[in-house]
């Protein structure tokens, strides 16, 4: 508490809620709430096998400390990856050899494959310790969602707010893995925390901690650029509310007064935030231009092969190009952004049964409806409900009616600044992969949710709050392990998430060692599999005949009879990946598939396994398993392993159905 009255448009924390008596226990019971979240999604991890941008992740990490050199993975994150790798990289793991055309084409998922399987290195230890390294920035952001709410509502609206928090499946999901999901999530929270608490109170430390935080946000993920908008408008609003400005300096503090004065101060501040990211950035790639240790050679180059994926198709990509002559930031941060860009423009989308070659603005507002846990959903609703409630809550606001709700709307823009700016940018997004995309704005809705609880709530309130928590328990609880498969009860829950979305919002490659288990008690003998994934089959024992899969990596080259029996699928496959071209079974694909299967059969249908022969035999390799999966998208599965791979048994004469019968048109 300060001893003297609140400046105008200074946050302040309002001490104990009404009737918390003090609450001397808020910040105990946030830090063990906090581990147990922690040790929740960690022991479910360990149950999974490395999801699918966990073994580049990693293998970067490890290569930026063994190396020095940053061609690989450059778009997903130096400050992640270097920490997913670090343990590996102090360790005794034996790193691939680097004179290897793998290398050389910057392959990282090729490297990855043989750094985790053919090094003698023990895969499940290695995730192990990335994961373990990775774990405390998603107990940092559990603890930073309840610092915020308390600042605004108290230590009992912040416990509330950190309950629905620490058990939401999503966040569950990915606090321990090795990517940047849960890096980007927490930096972009403090980034924007930062901003507001610079333009309301700034000193050498406020301005610092928020430069530092923004430099972690950019590191962490290439669509950090969205803080820029929200700190303009957060600043707007700041200009436009007026009012002097405490200035803490040498330690001493004076009011900085009218809007040219604040407008140079936060400038100030700016440009020193500007500095901070330029200089970490450089710093993180040893202050070096070359993504290449040594300097190019002319067998090195990054994966796709081209400098600047945009080119001059923009003014975004005259920018970075002109950025790589100049040589305003290191290659491989450059190279990363501008690949990151371009895939963003278009990539295959799935959502509620439908495939499309780009992606669409309904796409994270669905992912949002179906992935939101319930109990965030309904304390939304109640803190929406209630705005002047959560205005007179707030300490300082004074006043009621408009003036309130002003002062609410104020002290919360941050949050809702964050969630509308971040969440429109997304609609124009073509990178339409993943729930995890959204990420970012549930720390910003886990505050707001606070406000439910602010105050002294009525009995039935109290109830219902108390009802979330437990409902939110009881999901957490059930789902274990399969945190990355949940779906709310509201959307149907996850039995049938595989017909909502697939990838990274359902099926990431993690489920191996549960269809290995599975498989133990089939009883039965093996069946087939299709794998999304980069994890290794073989490395779990699975003895499954393979079919093609994303990677297939350790997967023998030939063509494999199918028969009666059971078949695993994994969910990306059989609603995207399984046929060529990653869309739905047409009539094009159909005559393509005939033509293949009368060239590489004939008149003797394949009996035995044999090696491919021909550039034509593993096209119709694929071709075939994509008529398989539209034949498959006509029935439920038998089961389901983790919500992400799906059992199908099929008997000869609907095997037969399958390859030769009625063509399976999508949509018919």
Not at 281 to 299: K, Q
Request: with cysteine; hydrophobic share 45%; charged share 15%.
């Amino acid at each position: 508490m300060i001893d003297r009255p609140p400046q105008p448009g200074e946050e302040v924390d309002p001490g104990p809620a009404p009737g918390t008596g003090g609450a001397r226990w808020g910040w105990p019971a946030a830090v063990v709430i906090a581990l147990l979240a922690g040790l929740t999604a960690y022991s479910a991890a360990a149950r999974k096998s490395p999801t699918f941008d966990e073994t580049a992740h990693l293998t970067a990490g490890v290569s930026y400390w063994r190396t020095g050199d940053f061609r690989l993975h450059p778009e997903n994150g130096n400050l992640p990856q270097r920490l997913g790798g670090a343990l590996a990289a102090v360790g005794d793991a034996r790193f691939p050899s680097l004179d290897q055309s793998g290398w050389a084409r910057s392959a990282v998922y090729e490297i990855g494959n043989e750094f985790l399987y053919h090094q003698g290195n023990d895969p499940d230890r290695l995730i192990a310790w990335g994961r373990a390294a990775m774990l405390p920035l998603a107990m940092a952001l559990w603890l930073t969602i309840y610092a915020a709410t308390r600042r605004l509502y108290g230590p009992l609206a912040a416990i509330f707010s950190l309950g629905l928090a620490a058990t939401d499946p999503n966040l569950l999901a990915h606090a321990p893995l090795i990517t940047s999901d849960l890096a980007a999530t927490l930096f972009f929270f403090l980034a924007v925390s930062g901003v507001w608490r610079v333009l309301q109170r700034p000193s050498p430390a406020v301005v610092t901690g928020s430069s530092l935080a923004a430099a972690a946000l950019f590191l962490s993920k290439m669509s950090a650029g969205i803080l820029l908008p929200i700190a303009v408008l957060l600043t707007l609003l700041r200009l436009a509310r007026g009012g002097p400005l405490p200035l803490r300096a040498c330690g001493r503090e004076r009011l900085v007064r009218g809007r040219g004065a604040l407008l140079a101060v936060f400038g100030g501040a700016a440009l020193i935030h500007l500095a901070v990211v330029v200089i970490l950035v450089w710093g993180a790639f040893d202050f070096r231009y070359s993504a290449f240790h040594a300097g190019r050679s002319p067998h090195d180059q990054f994966e796709a092969g081209v400098p600047n994926l945009l080119g001059t198709r923009s003014w975004l990509g005259s920018g970075l190009e002109a950025a790589q002559r100049g040589r305003v930031l290191p290659e491989a941060y450059l190279y990363g952004f501008s690949f990151a860009l371009d895939q963003s423009v278009a990539r295959p989308t799935f959502m509620a049964g439908e495939v499309r070659p780009r992606g669409r603005p309904a796409f994270f507002p669905y992912a949002f409806a179906v992935k939101t846990p319930d109990p965030l959903l309904l304390a939304l609703l109640l803190a929406l409900a209630t705005p002047l409630a959560a205005g007179l809550s707030l300490r300082g606001g004074g006043g009621g009616g408009v003036r309130a709700l002003l002062e609410a709307a104020y002290r919360t823009a941050p949050w809702w600044g964050s969630v509308g700016i971040y969440g429109g940018i997304a609609l124009g997004s073509g990178l339409n992969i993943g729930h995890r995309h959204l990420l970012p704005i549930y720390p910003a809705l886990f505050v707001l949710a606070g406000s439910a609880a602010a105050g002294r709530p009525g009995r039935v309130r109290r109830i219902v709050l108390g009802a979330c928590l437990l409902f939110g328990a009881g999901s957490a609880a059930m789902i274990w392990p399969d945190y990355l498969a949940y779906f709310n009860v509201l959307s149907g829950g996850s039995r049938t998430g595989y017909e909502k979305l697939v990838d990274s919002s359902l099926d990431w490659g993690q489920d191996l060692p549960a269809l290995a288990e599975w498989e133990k008690g089939a009883g039965e003998r093996p069946g087939y599999l299709s794998y999304f994934g980069t994890a290794s089959p073989d490395h779990y024992g699975i003895r499954a005949r393979r079919l093609p899969g994303f990677f297939d990596f350790d997967r023998p080259r030939r063509l494999e009879p199918l028969g009666p029996g059971w078949y695993a699928v994994s969910a990306s496959i059989l609603q995207v990946y399984g046929a060529p071209g990653a869309g739905p079974w047409d009539r094009q694909q159909e005559q393509t598939y005939q033509e293949l299967r009368a060239q590489v059969e004939g008149s003797a249908p394949v009996t035995r396994a044999r090696a491919y022969e021909d550039e034509a035999t593993e096209r119709y390799d694929r071709f075939r398993l994509g008529r398989l999966c539209a034949y498959l998208r006509r029935r439920p599965p038998e089961s389901q392993i983790g919500g992400s791979i799906l059992i199908f048994r099929l008997s000869e004469a609907e095997v037969t159905q399958a390859l030769a019968g009625t063509p399976p048109y999508d949509g018919q």
